[in-house]
Every structure is written in structure tokens, then in C-alpha cells.
């Protein structure tokens, strides 16, 4: 299997500079230089397509705009681009989404991806009206999935469960494809959910051994409900065409961040519910002197950010590397970002995927499965920090 790389859409803004919000981070944090308008947007939608990114995902949340309607008024920017939509599925009826990512579907001429974020937040939960606690919440998740889909394949459903209640719900069309179903969580609710429902199981950016543990676990939850599932990792990227080239920009987004902001922002995110934030928390600890967490594995973007705080740092060889080393463990799916996204896109595209593809491990949607770069050229000669 070819690996495939989704890049992402900042419907919250962006900015030469880290840009923070989400995940029990203050939303006034959020915005930018740039604002998040559908001209903006479309570039970025446009760039991904051109360079060989399978789609783009798109965030849910107070802190940026809807996922479902900018997407759909993004699709006539693209031909061939897919759109990971995240959303919330307490806050709507499963039939209703299930009809929404059918309608979807077939305006877009198939192009749907479905994230569900179950919601790791109390705070922001309440704001949308949504008091139920955390294990409650996978709970109607796994209702809510059950439903979706049973209605995708077609059936008639009728459930009684503890937190969703649908009578005689129906499609009169299905979609075509079926959306995949990307779901990510590190509590042993979120494991049970994503087992049972899942197409690919995100996690966030860890070194390598961390990730390995938790595919493990996964798997064998999969197993347990008699399923497999595929693997995604999430991460920002700084790639150039030296190392030194690549700490240098890490340092400068560094060396732009107030200490003020960092430990407000970092105040916020102690009070998160998320046993993925608290993940992701713990390998920086609020300090910026020890962000290197692994090779080539930066932590720095997590000190104002919440949710993935990671970011693969280094030459395009050694970037390419680091995503070989993730895909042995089992990692096909890598959903990447930088800032700006627009600038980020072109020097991942045009520096690291011609190196991955010489290698075998990825190839251009557009391209023919026969066709393929010269001889593969080994990961090798390029300056290291």
C-alpha cells in the first residue's frame, strides 16, 4: 500500500507564526494575519491538489468556522481533492448527518471524508448545549455511529439507546462511496469506539515508540470486536532543503512566542479532559529549552496550541525518513500542517514527496499505477543539524 498524505485547512485563520486556539485553549488566540475567507482557503485547496495530497482536514470547533458549510462551498475550487470534515456528533441527529454526508457525497462527486470528534472539552461541550461527561459522550458515540452506519448500508433503523433515540430512520439514498470514518482518542472509551467503527484510528503526533504502543492497543481492540483497522498520524511539518534551514524556522516561531501567552495557553490546556492532550502536554511540560522529543520530532508548536502539537522538523530527507520510520510501525495516513499553510504545502510537496515516491512509497493520485520516478535514490548526503 501506497502511503497517502491529507494536508489541512486553518478555517480559523493563518500566519507566518503559530497560530493558537482549540482544545481548551482561549479562542481569542485563534485568527491570524490571514484571514480564514473562502478565496484564502481555495488557494490552499487548490495547491494541496496540484501537489498530490489526497485531502485536506478541515477542524471543528468554537474557535473556527463550520466544517460542513466551508467545505461544501470549497468543492467547486478542486476536481479531485478530498475534504475530512470534523464534526461534533452530539450536537446534530445521527439520520440528519447521515443524510448530510449522503448529499455530500454526491454533490461532490464522492469526496466526502467523515472526522468524528467525540469532544474532550466539559466547558465547550456546554456552550453547544451538550451536558453529558466525557464517557457519556463516547457512550452516544458509539449510538450514534451505530445508526449512521446502519443508514449508510441502506438498512431501516429504529434504536432505543441510552442517549440516542431514532424511529424508523431511512435513507432514500445512500452514498456512494460510503465515507471513511476517521476517529482518534487515547482514553479506553475512545479505544472501544474506535474499534467498533473506525475506518482509519488517527493519533496524534508522538515519537515513535509511543505510537507504536498505542497502534498495538488498537489493534487489539479491533481484533476483539472481530475488526482491523487502518492508521493515521497527525502532525505539523517544517521541511527545507537543509536541517540547519529547518531548526532555523522552528526557532524563529519560537523565539516570536510570548511567555505570557504560553503559560496562559498552557493554564488552559491543564484543565483539558482529553487523555490526548494530556499526552501531548507531557512531552514539553510548558518548557521550551527540551522541545526536541525525539528525532526530528519538535514539540513547540503544542506550547500554544492545542490538540496536535507536534511537528516533524528537518532537510526533506530527513523529514522522509521520519515518515518511513512511522509508516513501519504501521502509520499509512498522514494528515500534516504548517504555517503558512500555503507556503508549508509547497515545501512538503515539492521537497519530500518526489523522495518518498522515488522510494516506492507514494505516488500522485493523478498518476497511472504503472507509472513511477527514475531509480529510487537513497535517504543519504543531506546536512544534518
Known amino acids: 500500500m501506497t502511503l497517502t498524505f491529507h494536508w489541512f485547512l486553518p478555517t480559523y485563520g493563518d500566519s507566518r507564526h ?15 494575519d490571514r484571514p480564514a475567507t473562502l478565496a484564502y482557503l481555495g488557494q490552499i485547496v487548490r495547491a494541496a491538489e496540484q501537489l498530490g495530497f489526497e485531502g485536506a482536514l478541515t ?58 470528534v467525540t469532544g474532550g472539552e466539559d466547558h465547550e461541550q456546554r456552550a453547544y448545549g451538550d451536558f453529558l461527561t466525557k464517557d457519556e459522550r463516547y457512550d452516544r458515540t458509539d449510538e450514534f455511529l451505530t445508526v449512521v452506519r446502519a443508514l449508510w448500508r441502506g438498512e431501516r433503523v429504529t434504536l432505543e439507546g441510552r442517549h440516542v433515540r431514532v424511529a424508523d430512520a431511512a435513507l432514500s439514498r445512500v452514498p456512494s462511496p460510503v465515507p471513511a470514518v476517521y476517529f482518534g482518542g487515547s482514553s479506553p472509551a475512545a479505544g472501544r469506539v474506535a474499534a467498533r467503527h473506525s475506518d482509519v484510528y488517527l493519533t496524534w503526533g508522538e515519537p515513535p515508540a509511543q505510537v507504536a504502543e498505542k497502534l498495538a492497543w488498537i489493534r487489539r481492540e479491533a481484533a476483539t470486536a472481530g475488526r ?36 496562559s495557553v498552557q493554564a488552559g490546556l491543564a484543565r483539558s479532559g482529553s487523555e490526548g492532550q494530556r499526552r501531548m502536554l507531557a512531552l514539553h511540560g510548558g518548557r521550551t529549552d527540551a522541545l526536541e522529543v525525539s528525532p526530528n520530532l519538535w514539540a513547540g508548536v503544542g506550547l500554544v496550541r492545542g490538540g496536535a502539537g507536534t511537528a516533524l522538523v528537518g532537510s526533506h530527507v530527513e523529514v522522509a525518513e521520519r515518515i518511513e520510520e512511522y509508516h513501519a510501525l504501521g502509520i499509512d495516513e498522514f494528515v500534516l500542517s504548517g504555517h503558512p499553510h500555503l507556503e508549508e504545502a509547497y515545501w512538503f510537496g515539492e521537497g519530500v514527496l518526489p523522495l ?3 522510494r516506492g512509497l507514494w505516488r500522485h493520485p493523478v498518476d497511472a499505477p504503472g507509472d513511477t520516478l527514475p531509480a529510487a535514490i537513497p535517504f543519504a548526503g543531506t546536512a544534518s543539524r
Open 59 to 116: 477542524p471543528a470547533g468554537a474557535w473556527c468556522e463550520d466544517a460542513w458549510l466551508t467545505t461544501a462551498m470549497l468543492v467547486a475550487n478542486s476536481e479531485r481533492l478530498k475534504f475530512l470534515v470534523a464534526f461534533r456528533p452530539g450536537l446534530l441527529s445521527p439520520t440528519l448527518a447521515a443524510q448530510m454526508a449522503a448529499t455530500f457525497q454526491r454533490h461532490s462527486a464522492g469526496r466526502l471524508l467523515v472526522n468524528v
Open 18 to 32: 503559530l497560530v493558537g486556539g482549540g482544545h481548551g485553549t482561549d479562542i481569542t488566540t485563534a485568527g491570524g
Open 356 to 358: 518518498l515516491q522515488r
Open 228 to 263: 482491523e483497522v487502518r492508521f493515521g498520524i497527525r502532525l505539523h511539518v517544517i521541511s527545507r532543503d537543509t536541517s540547519a534551514q529547518a531548526w532555523a524556522e522552528a526557532e524563529r516561531l519560537l523565539s516570536a512566542l510570548d511567555p505570557a501567552v504560553i503559560a
